[in-house]
C-alpha cells in the first residue's frame, strides 16, 4: 500500500466518523430537544461538505477531486448509509438516533430512498465535471459547483425555514405529493453563487466572468428552486459546470 492511499483511508475514515458523530448530535437534538429535523439534516449536510475540506487541509493527501478520489469517495459514502437501513437501524440505538437527524415525517417512507438515489445521481453529474478539468489543468474550478451546493442549497432550507414568507410547492420521486420551497431559501444558491465565482475570479477573463455571473447565479437558483424535492444536487451541479466548461471555450 502505498503512502497516498494510506492516508485517503486515513482521509474517508476520518470524515465519515465526522458525518456520524454529527448524525448522531443532530439526532438527540431531534429526540431531546425537539430540534426540527429541517435543521439537523443540515448539520449532517455541513459536515459532510466541510469534513473533507478541513480533513484534507491537515492530512497529506493530493487531489483530493481526482477521478479515482471521488470514485472511491462516493462508494465509501454509499456503503456508509448502510447503518440507516431497517434492519440495522431496528437493532442499534445509536443507528436508529443518527437516523432521526435526516428522517423528516414528510419524507417518509422514501427518505433513503431518496437520498442514496440523489447520491448516486450527483456523482454521475460530478465524475464528467472531475475529469473534464483534470485534463485541462482546471481542477480547481470544479470547486466552484461544489461550493455552490454544499454552502447554497445547504442554507436554502434552514434559512425558508426561519425566514420564507414567500412559498411556493415543488413535486418529489415516486409520489404525488408537494413539497414547500421559499424564494427566501432559494435566494442563497443565487447569493452563493456570486460569491463563489468572484472567489475564483483570477481563473477568467473579465468577459468570462461576467457572462458567468450572468448565467450561473439564475440558472443554479432555478435548478434548486424547481428540482424534485430533496434531489437538486445533481441539478445545481449540472447548472453550475455547464457553464463553466461553456464559457472556458471563448
Not at 429541517?38 to 477521478?67: C, D, E, W
Not at 454552502?151 to 415543488?170: F, I, Q, S, T
Request: proline fraction near 5%; glycine fraction near 6%; hydrophobic fraction near 50%.
Amino acid at each position: 500500500m502505498s503512502e497516498q492511499t494510506f492516508w485517503f483511508i486515513v482521509q474517508q475514515a476520518t470524515v465519515i466518523a465526522v458525518i456520524y458523530v454529527a448524525s448522531y448530535v443532530g439526532g438527540t437534538l431531534v429526540v431531546r430537544k425537539g430540534l426540527k429535523v429541517n435543521y439537523s439534516r443540515k448539520i449532517i449536510h455541513f459536515s459532510g461538505f466541510l469534513a473533507p475540506v478541513l480533513v484534507t487541509a491537515i492530512m497529506p493527501v493530493q487531489t483530493m477531486y481526482s477521478i479515482s478520489n471521488v470514485l472511491w469517495g462516493t462508494a465509501v459514502s454509499l456503503l456508509s448509509m448502510a447503518v440507516y437501513t431497517k434492519p440495522v437501524r431496528e437493532r442499534s440505538a445509536i443507528a436508529m438516533r443518527m437516523f432521526h437527524a435526516m428522517d423528516r415525517p414528510e419524507d417518509r417512507p422514501h427518505t433513503l430512498l431518496w437520498l442514496y438515489t440523489q447520491m448516486v445521481a450527483g456523482a454521475l453529474v460530478l465524475i464528467p465535471v472531475v475529469i473534464y478539468f483534470q485534463n485541462r489543468g482546471l481542477m480547481m474550478l470544479a470547486t466552484i459547483p461544489i461550493l455552490i451546493n454544499g454552502l447554497g442549497d445547504g442554507l436554502a432550507e434552514p434559512v425558508g425555514v426561519r425566514w420564507g414568507k414567500h412559498k411556493y410547492n415543488v413535486r418529489a420521486l415516486f409520489t404525488k405529493q408537494t413539497y414547500t420551497r421559499s424564494i427566501e431559501g432559494s435566494a442563497c444558491v443565487f447569493i452563493t453563487s456570486i460569491l463563489a465565482l468572484v472567489l475564483f475570479r483570477d481563473s477568467f477573463t473579465g468577459t468570462q466572468l461576467l457572462i458567468l455571473l450572468l448565467v450561473v447565479p439564475l440558472a443554479s437558483t432555478l435548478a434548486e428552486a424547481f428540482s424534485p424535492h430533496t434531489w437538486d444536487t445533481p441539478f445545481i451541479l449540472l447548472t453550475g459546470s455547464i457553464p463553466l466548461i461553456l464559457v472556458r471555450a471563448i
